[in-house]
């Protein structure tokens, strides 16, 4: 492959004189040709090799690989092309010489990276490759070092559509000597967003429509890059439907269309809408869901106050607490419902001012109030079992999974309330009367006692006011005695009426279970008492006494006049005994 010097050329060969003058030009004089660049021609192209002669007393081959923009791609090269080569070695142990493209071309590139550095301008490249901490940059030959955080304004996920494409690079530093060249393709970005900014900032108005980037998601929102600016989505503005995340309905690099809900120039802060942009579903909802309409709809969200209900994409209704069940009044609504559950409402009440639906879970159901009232009327005798007990009476279950109650006052003909609820307990199975039913108040009133006969109704027929009869003492208090008439009516003396004698008048004189004989004074049927006295039947015997043996001013002592009386009584006795 040994040639003749490039100095002796044929006589007649006016290309070679053309590359004589350029290898001059590009040696600028000098005789050494190691380590500089110069001009050589394209020999042939084979065998994935390109040999060049460079002048040299022998051509040297470099990999056609040398030839491909940025190592990737199609070699840019031909036979006959003259082409910049740098010259590592005139002659290696074969005898050719060693040549670089690659060497060449970045030697080119750093004199006009060096330039582009000191004057702070842009520079363009191409990502061609992945390493440790981030890529390799083709700087027309020189490959720089592009660090991951300086690829994007925000992290990018993909790089992979950045790759090979020629785009603009900011240097940030570079050293010849070393060979390392740092830049940053988001430096340029973010003076691209400051002009950006400044020009949006300036036309922006609300109602405007813009394309935008999520940038970020949090909780209540979506922050969204317009295009040097961002915006804040709030999560109640990017759906008409209720949305529990900004996750559910958006992602970070999604693209989408908003609307400028509200701008602030002074804080430069923006609200964006997506709904907006969106027909409002609730334009025509009163004329669409009317009062005690029935329809289905989806559980969206439950709260400590109600159920939120889906009727249709953008349109929630709420039933509330005391709407979802007849009979289950202080429960939480999760134990009723549950969140995506299909049921069946009917619509309370519509208002359009407030965008507000009122549903009822429960009136889709049977009214167990109204059932129970047609199938058990007042007077009717059940069965239930004790299921509370409190101070003012008894909660019985009833059919239908309802309660009705026992007032204390309806507990026992005899006994006190506080005293005949004693006699019952939790989980008791009892026999009632339905007293009423109210529907409107959701209430039953049941009795016990009405179950027997009121003794006190025979009040009047077997004893009347004025009658003297005989009653048992039933219990001693500080004012009187109780005291049981015929038939468990209870009755009551006072004590100022036990004795026509004071030193008589005492309680504690009688033990429950003696019997004495009484006047009946009053009939309360208020309290539900007979009021009785000794006293009164006492002077009721003294003026009979009076009467039947004299008086005493005929001479005989009341003494003697009793004595008489009580004899007789004693002998009508003993004649009765006969």
């Known amino acids: 492959m040994a040639k003749g010097s490039a100095l002796r050329k044929p006589a007649n060969d006016t290309s070679s004189d053309e590359f004589a003058a350029l290898l001059d030009e590009s040696l600028g004089g000098s005789t050494s040709f190691e380590g500089q660049v110069v001009k050589g021609r394209v020999i042939r192209i084979a065998n994935d090799f390109v040999t060049i002669d460079v002048g040299l007393k022998s051509e040297g081959r470099v990999a056609l690989r040398e030839f491909a923009n940025g190592g990737t791609g199609a070699p840019e090269v031909k036979e006959g092309d003259t082409v910049d080569i740098f010259v590592d070695r005139m002659e290696n142990k074969e005898g050719e010489a060693v040549l670089s493209r690659d060497k060449a071309r970045r030697e080119e590139a750093w004199t006009v990276l060096e330039k582009a550095f000191t004057d702070q301008e842009r520079v363009m490249g191409t990502i061609f490759g992945r390493v440790k ?60 967003r400051a002009e950006d900014r400044t020009r949006l900032m300036g036309a922006l108005s609300e109602g405007q429509v813009l394309d935008g980037v999520v940038k970020n998601i949090t909780d209540y929102g979506a922050f969204v890059d317009l295009g040097g600016v961002d915006g804040l ?9 209720r949305i529990n995340h900004p996750s559910e309905a958006l992602t970070i690099g999604q693209q989408v269309k908003v609307q400028v809900v509200r701008f602030n120039p002074e804080t430069q802060r923006i609200s964006l809408g997506m709904k907006q942009l969106m027909s409002d579903p609730w334009d025509g909802a009163g004329a669409k869901y009317p009062v005690n309409l029935k329809l289905k709809g989806r559980v969206t969200n439950i709260t400590d106050y109600g159920a939120f209900v889906e009727l249709e994409p953008g349109v929630e209704g709420l039933v509330h607490v005391s709407e979802m069940s007849w009979t289950k009044k202080n429960v939480h609504p999760g134990k009723i419902v549950s969140t995506s559950q299909e049921v069946e409402v009917m619509v309370l009440d519509v208002d359009m001012s407030k965008r507000r639906i009122s549903l009822g879970l429960k009136q889709c159901m049977a009214n167990p109030w109204e059932s129970f009232a047609e199938q058990f009327p007042a007077g009717t005798e059940l069965e239930g079992e004790v299921r509370n007990i409190t101070e003012f009476g008894l909660f019985v279950g009833l059919p239908g999974d309802i309660d009705g109650m026992v007032h204390l006052s309806d507990l026992s003909w005899d006994k006190a309330g506080d005293e005949a609820i004693r006699d019952f307990k939790k989980g008791d199975q009892v026999k009632v009367k339905v007293l009423d039913v109210d529907m409107d108040k959701e209430r039953i009133s049941l009795g016990i006692k009405q179950l027997a006969n009121d003794p006190f109704e025979k009040v009047g027929v077997v004893a009347k006011k004025g009658d003297v009869v005989t009653v048992i003492v039933a219990g001693i208090q500080d004012n009187g005695i109780d005291v049981t008439v015929q038939d468990g009516i209870p009755g009551f003396i006072r004590k100022t009426e036990l004795s026509r004698d004071r030193s008589e ?72 005994d006969k």
């Open 505 to 576: 008048q005492r309680p504690d004189r009688y033990a429950i279970g003696d019997k004495l004989d009484a006047k009946i004074t009053n009939i309360d049927k208020a309290s539900r008492r007979v009021v009785l006295s000794v006293k009164a039947r006492e002077l009721d015997e003294e003026k009979k006494a009076m009467a039947d043996f004299g008086s005493s001013d005929s001479g005989a002592s009341l003494g003697d006049i009793l004595g008489a009386a009580l004899k007789k009584r004693a002998e009508a006795g003993d004649d009765e």
């Open 133 to 192: 901490g981030g890529f390799t940059v083709d700087l027309s030959g020189a490959v720089a070092f592009l660090p991951g955080s300086q690829v994007d304004v925000r992290p990018v996920r993909d790089v992979g559509p950045l790759m090979g494409q020629a785009q603009q690079f900011a240097i940030l530093k570079m050293d010849r000597r070393r060979g390392n060249i740092v830049v940053s393709r988001r430096a340029v970005m973010e003076e691209t």
């Open 233 to 241: 989505l709030h999560v109640t503005d990017i759906a008409w439907k």
